[in-house]
């Protein structure tokens, strides 16, 4: 008996030891929350996972909100377990202000990232944010997007909604600076450029700026057209930008689009107003299938392969949804109220272009062990849906920073097909649920305990 117990200890021992093996070398987390709750966004997940050195996250919060604290660090300790490079410092400021001088910053509620040489910080917390600021430190380089000015451009700080104020917001939760430019003759694009935005000149920009331009594009470099429907536009007169989009076979039409459905389920059933609900299998607008954006006077965009440049290769990103179609007398679509469906017959199986993507890959013959540079050019017809007054409606804004993402070069953030469309502020659970989970706890204990106590004194009677 003695032997038997004696074995029976020892194998129950080897159990447990090699059950706590087999757990730390194969750690495994399962979320079986209906809502995701302990999971990160699979965008975040492709961004950690690219991490190639240590990483310090430092996360000051005070301790005296107590679920706030819990909720960062449940939070932070998620991105640790996907990447054991993370290291997570978590403080009180005031208890302790050696690691606010050590991180190099002052107050609370901040969480700085430090990654090297490189830091960032910002306020608060949040699983995007944290995503921003751990691409901030891994680049190479600040990112910085020019908007190009002095051709009757939109303004960037317009006011009452014509601006695009909520654009630049974003850009700024992204760590992308914003820096408005103006060529002069002779001059070039900055060495730092990581996006050109040309925001729907009114005014002809030249055959030497459009030179410049290209080049730019011709060096790897990354360019974002805005071309807005322009009733004052004469007959026969080109795009303002037509020196520079011919030479990558993508012509803005002379035309508008007109948008034939009478409900459209917005607030905007003008025919000039026009809901996109077609995408194409792009990687910025593969995720957005099933969703709707909304362009205000839209000019249709056309494109076709460049005879003198063959390796250029074109997308069609959006286009209208069944029940738009092209006008090409805008004095006619100015005063456009009722639809004429002869009009519209031809473009029901193939609705209008109302953006287009363009590429070309530069390989260094040099250098054979550059692997190139690729050229990226985003033409869309419409510079409404990025101003502030559109920018948040359908999703409006969700195109907008795809756009913006893939001709940056950090397509990695794009939310593919299938995935959640916004990355949660995981384990945050306000104080009502938890006391409403700790509630159902004790009731759920008491219920076992007065089952087991009836049962018992029903035996016990007997």
Known sequence: FGAGFLLSAIVGLLIVLLVNFISARYHQRWDLTRTRSFSLHPATLRVIEKIDGDVDVYAFFPRRNSLEFRAVKELYETFAFHQPKIRLIMADPNQRPDLLTEA??????????????????????????????????????????????????????????????RLQAELTKNFLKLRTISLGPGEKLPDDASLVVLADPRRQVGEKEAAVYDAYLRSGGRLLALVDADFNQADGQPHPLADLLDRWGIRPMPAVVIDARENKLVDYPEPLTVIADRFGVHETVQGLQGQRVLMNVVRPVEFSQVMSDQQIFHHVLVRGGRGTYVESDLERARKVREIDPKALEPWLDRPPVLAVAAFRKFTNEQDPGDLGR???????????????????????????????????GEE???????????????????????????????????????????????????
């Not at 921003?132 to 190009?148: F, I, Q």
């Not at 306000?430 to 759920?444: I, S």
């Open 374 to 408: 690729v050229a990226r050019l985003v033409v869309v017809g419409d510079a409404d849906f990025l101003k502030d007054d559109f920018f948040d409606t359908l999703s409006n804004s969700e195109l907008a920073m795809n756009l913006v993402r893939w001709l940056t």
């Open 412 to 462: 990695v953030l794009i939310r593919r097909q299938g995935e959640a469309r916004v990355a949660k502020l995981a384990m945050q659970i306000d104080p009502a649920q938890r006391r409403l989970v700790r509630m159902l706890m004790v009731l759920e204990a008491m219920g076992i305990f007065l089952v087991g106590w009836i049962v018992w004194f029903f035996r016990r009677t007997r």
């Open 104 to 165: 190099g910053v002052s107050g609370n509620r901040m969480t700085v990232v430090k990654y090297g040489e490189r830091t960032s910080y910002f306020p608060g917390y949040g699983e995007d944010k944290l995503v921003a600021a751990l691409m901030e430190v891994a680049r190479d380089e600040p990112k910085v997007v020019y908007w190009v000015i002095g051709h009757g451009e939109r303004g960037v700080d317009a006011q009452d909604g014509e601006g695009y104020l």
